[in-house]
Nanobody, 121 residues
Framework: QEQLVESGGGSVQAGGSLRLSCAAS?????????MAWFRQAPGKEREEVAS????????YYADSVKERFTISRDHAKNTVDLQMNGLKPEDAAMYYC?????????????WGQGTQVTVSS
């Protein structure tokens, strides 16, 4: 049984918006201290885009996405979403959801399969 399942990827033109959703199993969601979205483009290293503490909702954003992306969690649905506005061609990548049980929002040990985001100029 998959613990994290991403959805919402697709193709948009530059300036457009997409909303990614990560559905977690009940166990994964409530045993996680922090969940995050990462992305990896071909030939590039994986990058942490945004993260959120499940308990208090505190968020972190990479400089490259601040003011454009918003991460949120929904306790009722066990989901963590990533609202992406003002998309740029450089945002194109495979996006992955991850979960960490650690206090410092590190050592992510649960990963989804990823969802592709394509942005055309």
């Amino acid at each position: 049984q998959e613990q994290l399942v991403e959805s919402g990827g697709g193709s948009v033109q530059a300036g457009g918006s997409l909303r990614l959703s990560c559905a977690a199993s009940v166990y994964t969601y409530y045993s996680s201290n922090c969940m995050a979205w990462f992305r990896q483009a071909p030939g590039k290293e994986r990058e942490e885009v945004a993260s959120i503490y499940i308990g208090n909702g505190r968020t972190y954003y990479a400089d490259s996405v601040k003011e454009r992306f918003t991460i949120s969690r929904d306790h009722a649905k066990n989901t963590v979403d990533l609202q992406m506005n003002g998309l740029k061609p450089e945002d194109a990548a495979m996006y992955y959801c991850a979960a960490s049980p650690k206090r410092g929002c590190e050592d992510f040990d649960s990963w989804g399969q990823g969802t592709q985001v394509t942005v055309s100029s």
